[in-house]
């Protein structure tokens, strides 16, 4: 069983997604292949430290939390991430996995619920979209965009248009912090009467934006 490499794992309120507001244990690994020009978790993508999967367990189990998110960086940019997954999963935790959609889930235990993340034009990162994953999500499953403009919001508009998501899926606009205001973000999903779930960013509010491990 190899290791992994882990930034943090913490205790907090879930800041994103259907579970939002719910608290949750957050499993953060290490390394991230993509620069998102907005990225807020940009301290992740070197340093951390180095446990086994025994220990990340054991670590998550002693917050006596039932839900858990793996997160990054980009969990599955390591390979024992799968392993990981599973393993929560068969310690009975309702398991969350955030990803950027730049890696194939195909790996990904069928238990895990999956947010993928597609990629915007104006993270500078949208040609690293692996669009296999739509094939692979499952119904229970979301998609999450993360908005910074007009133009990030119609390509997520058309996106979800053209893969019919919205009908299959839970989708999330989330706007890019101090970059797109919350009001501008809702008044474009009313006046297209998207079947979007619009979300901020909670912890942020909560805890402030600067702060990690929250």
């Known amino acids: 069983m190899g290791a992994l490499r882990i930034t943090e794992i913490f205790h907090s309120i879930q800041g994103e997604s259907s579970r939002i507001g719910v608290p949750c244990v957050f499993v953060r690994l290490t390394g991230c292949p993509l620069r998102c020009v907005w990225?807020?978790?940009?301290?992740?993508?070197?340093?951390?430290?180095?446990?086994?999967?025994?220990?990340?367990v054991?670590?998550?189990?002693?917050?006596?939390?039932?839900?858990?998110?793996?997160t990054g960086g980009e969990p599955l940019s390591q390979t024992e991430c799968p392993s990981l997954l599973r393993r929560l999963a068969d310690?009975?935790?309702?398991?969350?996995?955030?990803?950027?959609?730049?890696v194939s889930?195909?790996?990904?235990?069928?238990?895990?619920?999956i947010v993928l993340d597609l990629k915007c034009p104006d993270s500078g990162e949208s040609a690293r979209n692996h669009?296999?994953?739509?094939?692979?999500?499952?119904?229970?499953?979301?998609?999450?965009?993360?908005?910074?403009?007009?133009r990030d919001y119609e390509w997520a508009r058309e996106t979800c248009r053209e893969h019919q998501l919205a009908a299959h899926h839970e989708v999330l606009f989330s706007p890019v912090w101090d970059a797109l205001e919350f009001s501008e973000l809702a008044s474009w999903i009313l006046a297209d009467r998207l079947a979007v779930r619009m979300q901020v960013q909670l912890h942020k509010?909560?805890?402030?934006?600067e702060e990690t491990g929250v």
């Open 205 to 209: 509010i909560v805890y402030g934006p």
């Open 105 to 113: 889930i195909e790996p990904v235990d069928a238990r895990v619920k």
């Open 131 to 150: 669009w296999d994953n739509l094939s692979l999500v499952k119904p229970e499953d979301e998609i999450k965009f993360v908005i910074a403009s007009r």
């Open 58 to 70: 054991e670590a998550v189990r002693d917050f006596g939390c039932p839900l858990v998110e793996v």
């Open 39 to 56: 990225c807020d978790t940009a301290y992740a993508f070197q340093g951390g430290r180095t446990m086994t999967e025994d220990e990340v």
């Open 91 to 102: 310690e009975g935790f309702e398991v969350l996995l955030e990803t950027s959609g730049a």
